[in-house]
């Protein structure tokens, strides 16, 4: 993830609609990408992961796309709930020594689903 | 939070002290991981273990102390040297061949 300044970005959208979530990487090394939520007071929670020998994957109402030449990430959500509303962030990874990655997390989109 | 328990929920910290926040898995993960949340920012990597008795620095690690003296539990000592120790702490844990951490709910650290 890069460093975007100290206010969050926000997206806001209705209840039903797609959500488009983007976000941009510096490392040209990162192989590995990965979208976390995280509700007010917890955790992140793992959504959805890829590996930059792919450009689009897709999961339970989410996808994520993965452009590598413009060191591009974007998340989107399909049919928006208002159980969605969280930040989200993505974080990028290249292998640190043993088979392990460190991650690096961007500083998070904060979603808002209005009913 | 599946398995990876943070404790205290909430601690707060008089000037001058250590404090202890603790970290336990029971996923039988190998890596474990310390970041650190301010408010409106991402995560930064305080530090990581990949293995039992050894880790490695993050981005952030002065003022703080790690152990790992058993899998299951990664210790992560905030010392009197961080003078702004103000954050959410987040533990985060994966196997060794995985890279999807897994994290706990977190501790919120404030300065009486």
């Known amino acids: 993830g890069e460093s975007v300044g100290l206010h969050l970005p926000t997206l806001s959208v209705q209840e039903g609609d797609n959500s488009i979530i983007n976000c941009a990487y510096s490392?040209?090394?990162?192989?590995?990408f990965i979208w976390y939520k995280q509700e007010s007071g917890k955790g992140p929670q793992f959504i959805i992961d890829i590996r930059s020998n792919m450009d689009k994957r897709q999961g339970q109402r989410v996808t994520v796309l993965l452009n590598k030449t413009v060191k591009h990430l974007s998340l989107q959500i399909a049919a928006t709930q208002p159980g969605d509303s969280a930040v989200y962030f993505c974080a990028d990874g290249a292998q640190s020594g043993g088979s392990n990655y460190k991650l690096t997390f961007g500083k998070g989109t904060l979603l808002t689903v209005n009913p | 939070d599946g398995g990876i328990t943070q404790s205290p929920k909430y601690l707060f910290r008089k000037e001058g002290q250590n404090v202890t926040l603790s970290c336990e898995q029971n996923?039988?993960?190998?890596?474990m991981y310390w970041y650190r949340q301010d408010p409106g920012q991402g995560l930064r990597l305080i530090y990581y273990s990949q293995i039992v008795n050894d880790f490695q620095k993050g981005d952030i690690a002065e003022g703080y102390s790690v152990s790992r003296e058993k899998k299951e539990s990664f210790p992560l000592t905030v010392t009197s040297a961080q003078k702004n120790p103000t954050a959410f702490y987040l533990c985060a844990s994966n196997t060794g061949t995985g890279n999807i951490q897994y994290f706990g709910a977190g501790t919120r650290l404030s300065v009486l």
């Open positions: 490392n040209s090394a990162s192989d590995y």
């Open positions: 996923l039988n993960h190998d890596a």
